[in-house]
Structure formats: structure tokens, C-alpha cells
């Protein structure tokens, strides 16, 4: 799936879909609770209130850069708290290529954040190491992301992903660590989006008067767009995540601008009430 913003474009690549309850990602909430937003359904929901979601990428494609944001889960990746993200084998990169996207072609990636399941991909295993999955990509790391997790891995999945998927970027040298409000190229610019992590970014496309928005993990579900303070379980501060959401979703409410969920799929925010609403746009 492509989408065009002016001379940009945008590709999704999928690794993952899952449709599950809503107590691992949305603890608070029950299916009953998703069947009260009937826009959610059927694109980001199932009829019976189980939640749609995707492991993805996109690549992003401006006249003069090939940005990849965010690389998934990652194969032979193990140590990960969900006993199914362990040693995958998926034709991620096969995927990639047949889309027109060898690992070799991507200039830049961009990761919103550094969980686990935006930054497998980093690495891929060769010979028993870890080595940067895209040769000739400079990958950028959010300054105060990083600062974080490099101080904060004590935990083991903690320490496996650091050590698996960001370390071995860091040690070849590939690494570029920015601002939160880093203006990549003329297209992209970074929107400081706290709260699931302490420094989540966003992603702001511009070109020839259209806009798109990746939000990374500032939602993991629309739900989360109806009740600003539906917080993830993976959220480092749910009170802060819930004031994002209600920034970022104010800003972007009412406007043409295409939205991208990190883990589902584009749509229009729409105010609706005190909150949002969001219409999905045809896959």
C-alpha cells in the first residue's frame, strides 16, 4: 500500500497483523467498550471488538532521500516478553525488495522510537553477528530516546533489544543522534511527541501544500483518539502520553492532513466532542 503527499510517497511494508483483545495493549478497556465506536469498525476492529492491529514500516520516498521509519521485530531476535516475537524467520526484506526497496537502496532510517518492535530490523544476523541491515543508511536516533534506553536497560528484554538491535548501529558508526524537532529534509521534520517513551517522535511530511503525519506510538489503537486517556500498558507516562495525544490530535484535527498510525492503518482525524474520531481511508 502507497500513499502520495505532493512529491513525496509513502509505502507501507507489513511484518505482522494480529487481531486480539484489548487487555494487552489497552488494559482498561473491554471489546464492549470498542463496539461503543462503530467507526472503528471494520477497518480497525473486528464486529466483535477485537482490536486490528500491524507490525509495519514505511518507507518514505522525498525527490532526494529514501527514509525508512521504524524496522519492525526483526528475525532470529530473541530474549523479547512476547514468546511469539522470538526467532522469526519472515520475508521482511524479501517483501522490501519486491517492493522496489532493496536494503542497499535506503539512504536514511528513522526510528519514532527505540521498543522493540520499532527497531528490529536495524540488525540483521550474519556469521553469528549483528550487523546494520541497511549498508548504506545512516540511521537516526531520537538524542533523548537514546540517552534513555542507554541508561535504562537493566531489564532483560531491555538489555537484548539495546544490545541486539541499537548497540551494534552505534559501534559501525552508523548512528546519528537528533533533536526531537530535527528537520530531516525539506519534506520531513520531527514532532517531540513524550509520553509512550521520553523521547517519541512523530513524523510531519510537507510537500507542494499536502501534509501526512506518522504518529508512531502515540496511539497504538484510533480507540485511543475517543478516550485521550486510554493509555498503553507500554506507556512510560500515561499522563503525559494522554497530553500528547491530546496536542498532537488537536493540531491535526479538522485538516486535510493524512494520518498513519504505527501500528494501523491512515485515516482523517476528526473532532468529535471533547475528543476525536477517526475515518478510515480505503486500504
Not at 24 to 29: N, Y
Not at 247 to 274: C, K, W, Y
Request: a negative charge.
Amino acid at each position: 500500500m502507497n500513499w502520495t503527499v505532493g512529491k513525496v510517497r509513502i509505502t507501507r511494508i507489513v511484518e505482522l497483523k494480529t487481531v486480539g483483545g484489548t487487555r494487552f495493549i489497552l488494559p482498561q478497556i473491554g471489546p464492549d467498550d470498542v463496539q461503543r465506536l462503530p467507526w472503528m469498525i471494520p477497518s480497525f476492529a473486528t464486529a466483535e471488538g477485537r482490536l486490528k492491529m500491524v507490525v509495519q514500516s514505511f518507507i518514505v520516498e522525498t525527490p532526494s532521500l529514501r527514509i525508512m521509519v521504524d524496522t519492525g521485530l526483526g528475525n532470529d531476535k530473541k530474549g523479547r516478553s512476547v514468546p511469539v516475537w522470538n526467532d522469526l524467520n519472515t520475508p521482511f526484506l524479501e517483501n522490501m525488495t519486491a517492493a522496489g526497496f532493496p536494503p542497499e537502496r535506503i539512504d536514511r532510517v528513522l526510528c519514532t522510537h527505540l521498543h522493540v518492535d520499532h527497531v528490529g530490523w536495524n540488525t540483521r544476523l550474519v556469521d553469528g553477528q549483528w550487523v546494520p541491515t541497511f549498508p548504506n543508511a545512516t540511521y537516526v536516533f531520537g538524542a533523548i530516546e537514546y540517552a534513555h534506553w542507554k541508561a535504562h536497560s537493566e531489564r532483560p528484554e531491555q538489555a537484548a533489544v539495546f544490545n541486539d538491535s541499537i548497540q551494534p548501529i552505534i559501534d559501525a558508526g552508523r548512528a546519528e543522534l537528533v533533536a526531537s524537532d530535527a528537520q530531516l529534509s525539506d519534506e520531513i521534520t520531527l514532532i517531540p511527541t513524550p509520553g509512550h517513551s521520553p523521547g517519541h517522535m512523530s513524523v510531519l511530511i510537507h510537500s507542494d501544500g499536502h501534509q501526512a503525519l506518522l504518529t508512531g506510538d502515540v496511539a497504538h489503537s484510533p480507540a485511543q483518539m475517543a478516550h485521550l486517556d486510554w493509555s498503553s500498558s507500554v506507556d512510560s507516562d500515561p499522563a503525559q502520553a494522554a497530553a500528547t495525544r491530546h496536542e498532537l490530535f488537536s493540531r491535526f484535527a479538522d485538516t486535510p492532513t493524512l494520518v498513519i498510525g504505527g501500528h494501523f492503518g491512515a485515516g482523517q482525524l476528526q473532532r468529535n466532542g471533547e475528543a476525536f474520531k477517526f475515518i478510515a481511508l480505503q486500504d
